[in-house]
């Protein structure tokens, strides 16, 4: 399963910019996307969670986005996206989108992972 993010770029501080990751298997007779997440790792730190998403939309955030950014999807089209206001330079990141997934191949063979997306660079600056 494949993961494209896109979104990112620049952004004064206090603006905004939506972030979307789809995700796509043409592998698999079935693919069932179950939790969806973005985080993010600026230079020199940790990658730390942004806020995460089951299939039946319940929602987490990180203690610093909380109020700030939304996360949502479309289960239809297996996307995820991540709304972000009132944007901070602390804010700035590269930003990954990931799925956990339940695929059956045409075989009906289940398999079972986390696939990651590319990254998607976030710079808040004046």
């Known amino acids: 399963v494949q993961l494209q993010a896109s979104g990112g770029g620049l952004v004064q501080p206090g603006g905004s910019l939506r972030l979307s990751c789809v995700a796509s298997?043409?592998?698999?007779?079935?693919?069932?996307?179950?939790?969806m997440a973005w985080h993010r790792q600026a230079p020199g730190k940790q990658r730390e969670l942004v806020a995460d998403?089951?299939?039946?939309?319940?929602?987490k955030y990180g203690d610093s986005v909380k109020g700030r950014f939304t996360i949502s999807r479309d289960n239809a089209k297996n996307t995820v996206f991540l709304q972000m206001n009132s944007l901070k330079p602390e804010d700035t990141a590269v930003y990954y989108c990931?799925?956990?997934?339940?695929?059956?191949?045409?075989?009906?063979?289940?398999?079972?992972?986390?696939?990651w997306g590319q990254g998607t660079q976030v710079t808040v600056s004046s």
């Open positions: 990931n799925a956990d997934w339940l695929g059956y191949t045409y075989d009906d063979v289940p398999t079972a992972a986390r696939s």
């Open positions: 998403i089951t299939s039946g939309g319940v929602t």
């Open positions: 298997g043409s592998f698999f007779k079935h693919l069932s996307i179950n939790g």
